[in-house]
């Protein structure tokens, strides 16, 4: 799947509205880190909070996601099953087949526009290190590279049994669309064990936040405009017991011969998106399904993933390039959901 940006921004605290708490005043303990090739940020709010104790136990429950869902450490549990060339069943933990289930979900939904078998094409398209003289792939390169890709043909879940079987030896998973919210997801639940009932855990732009921050209100963030050259709000919205992700495709392309290529790759086609959006943002019930939404809505576009939206009651933010008014000129539409959630 598509590398993802740190496309939400966290609002500082002088963003945050004025409250009040009854009692005495909470403490805030704020932790940052290094995760999954982008970095993280964890806000908890309460009162007699052990640092120390919440910063290790953060550390423990990132590291035991990356050691089940990372494609970058070779020995992790998806990185093995990759690797593998059988078509043998396969016994995968509780974690990797709820992600998985959530992914097909996803896959299904979207007719296949999000996809966790992407790979072949990613590769094929040179999203990584690049050269100007590479040269765009030929049709029969990306139909070659499509007999790779396909979740719900290649990859047979069998939650019962707890077994995940691909069809074709050499098929891999990559989780990158997915697995940055579901940590989140992770590190929240850790914070639960803590007792702690208001939080921020954030991710690389994926996060989901907990009652309300230290002064009384709901969580504001900022959803930030998608402009490679610098870091500026599009919009803040409310945001309180949900989870947020926004995807781009504004900082990771290339261009060949005058015509742009996004890193947004279209499963079903092969081929980079060509529409106009250039950002989603989705507001779910937790980090996990938001991370996904945002990724699949971004290569459906506006059109039809509004339509899409709206069928499923789906909260989500578009924002598309206005090519008749300028480069730098945008225009945005929300679902019925999501203007419901935020006011906007």
């Known amino acids: 799947m598509p590398r993802r940006f740190l496309l939400a921004l966290i609002l500082p605290a002088v963003l945050l509205m004025s409250g009040c708490w009854f009692g005495s005043e909470p403490e805030e303990v704020r932790l940052t880190g290094q995760t999954m090739g982008t970095t993280y940020s964890v806000v908890a709010i309460g009162e007699g909070l052990d640092q120390a104790a919440l910063a290790a136990e953060v550390e423990a429950t990132l590291a035991a996601v990356n050691a089940k869902m990372s494609n970058w450490d070779p020995a992790s549990e998806v990185s093995t099953f990759s690797a593998v060339r059988s078509t043998v069943p396969v016994q995968v933990s509780q974690e990797l087949s709820h992600v998985m289930a959530a992914a097909n979900d996803v896959h299904a939904m979207t007719g296949g526009k999000f996809d966790v078998t992407l790979g072949p094409l990613i590769e094929l398209w040179g999203f990584g290190p690049r050269l100007p003289e590479d040269p765009v792939p030929s049709d029969a390169a990306i139909a070659e590279a499509l007999d790779g ?16 079987k691909k069809a074709a030896p050499e098929t891999g998973i990559n989780l990158s669309a997915i697995a940055k919210g579901y940590g989140v997801d992770s590190v929240a639940e850790a914070l639960q064990g803590f007792g702690i009932k208001n939080y921020m855990v954030e991710i690389g732009g994926d996060l989901v936040t907990k009652g309300q921050n230290a002064k009384g209100e709901a969580w504001l963030i900022g959803i930030e405009k998608p402009d490679a ?5 599009q919009l803040i919205v409310p945001v309180s017991d949900l989870g947020l992700a926004t995807s781009g495709d504004y900082r990771n392309y290339f261009e060949h011969e005058g015509r742009r290529y996004s890193h947004i790759l279209d499963p079903v086609v092969g081929r980079p998106v060509t529409h106009a959006t250039t950002s989603v943002t989705v507001i779910a019930e937790n980090a996990m399904l938001a991370d996904a939404w945002a990724t699949a809505m971004l290569v459906l576009g506006r059109e039809a993933g509004l339509k899409l939206a709206e069928e ?7 924002i598309d390039r206005d090519v008749q008014a300028g480069a730098d000129a945008y225009m945005t539409a929300a679902s019925s959901a999501f203007e419901a959630l935020t006011g906007h």
Do not use: W
């Not at 890709?149 to 995940?164: H, I, K, M, N, Y």
């Not at 499923?312 to 578009?318: D, E, I, N, P, S």
């Open 229 to 233: 050259a610098a870091q500026t709000v």
């Open 149 to 164: 890709v396909g979740q719900a043909r290649l990859l047979e879940l069998d939650s019962g049994a707890g077994t995940l």
């Open 312 to 318: 499923r009651k789906l909260a989500v933010f578009f």
